[in-house]
T-cell receptor, first 112, second 114 residues
Framework: EAQVTQNPRYLITVTGKKLTVTCSQNMNHEYMSWYRQDPGLGLRQIYY???????DKGDVPEGYKVSRKEKRNFPLILESPSPNQTSLYFC???????????FGPGTRLTVT | GEDVEQSLFLSVREGDSSVINCTYTDSSSTYLYWYKQEPGAGLQLLTY?????DMKQDQRLTVLLNKKDKHLSLRIADTQTGDSAIYFC??????????????FGTGTLLAVQP
């Protein structure tokens, strides 16, 4: 089954404790993105990647890092999480610009 | 800058038609999308339209695009309780090379009353 998976689905952590949210797709897509969803703000792009070893900032990259060492994986790293990063995070992949983006199920992160 | 706006809430009765509206600002957009998000779930692409089209119909869904006013609408015919969800409008701007970026609206919560 073609899908985008994220882990964990739910995470509660404390300020400053490094964490990684994994994202994996099995569709051989070149493009992958991370979004965060906040009430009243819709979804905002954090980082995107156009191919292996090619990443760039989206609209709200501060406090986040990403890597793309393999085509299928695109982890989101929070080196020192803060409470304002409490949010619902979505990973997405697609075959190319303007093409349909397939979304993962989301990761709900709470930073206390 | 780019901006996509939607009304926050729409309530309809089961069997009626729903019309969810969206306005966008980026005139370079090539694709415009409607996504559905059910409670606790990810986003599901419902339909999309190319910016050189005026209308697209897909079963109960009709998308209308007014390029002059930069207005996009989604009409759901014979709305069912299973259609209750948040609906996001999104545009994919194309400038200088593609970023595969989606600009989302804030989402419209559709509540279908039995």
């Amino acid at each position: 089954e073609a899908q985008v998976t994220q882990n964990p689905r739910y995470l509660i952590t404390v300020t400053g404790k490094k964490l990684t949210v994994t994202c994996s797709q099995n569709m051989n897509h070149e493009y992958m993105s991370w979004y965060r969803q906040d009430p009243g703000l819709g979804l905002r792009q954090i980082y995107y990647s156009m191919n292996v070893e090619v990443t760039d900032k989206g609209d709200v990259p501060e406090g986040y890092k990403v890597s793309r060492k393999e085509k299928r994986n695109f982890p989101l790293i929070l080196e020192s999480p803060s409470p304002n990063q409490t949010s619902l995070y979505f990973c997405a992949s697609s075959t190319g610009p303007g093409h349909e983006q397939y979304f993962g199920p989301g990761t709900r992160l709470t930073v206390t | 800058g780019e901006d996509v706006e939607q009304s926050l809430f729409l309530s309809v009765r089961e069997g009626d038609s729903s019309v969810i509206n969206c306005t966008y600002t980026d005139s370079s957009s090539t694709y415009l999308y409607w996504y559905k998000q059910e409670p606790g779930a990810g986003l599901q692409l419902l339909t999309y339209i190319f910016s050189n089209m005026d209308m697209k119909q897909d079963q109960r869904l009709t998308v209308l695009l007014n390029k002059k006013d930069k207005h996009l609408s989604l009409r759901i015919a014979d709305t069912q309780t299973g259609d209750s969800a948040i609906y996001f409008c999104a545009e994919s701007p194309i400038y200088g090379g593609a970023t595969n970026k989606l600009i989302f609206g804030t989402g419209t919560l559709l509540a279908v009353q039995p």
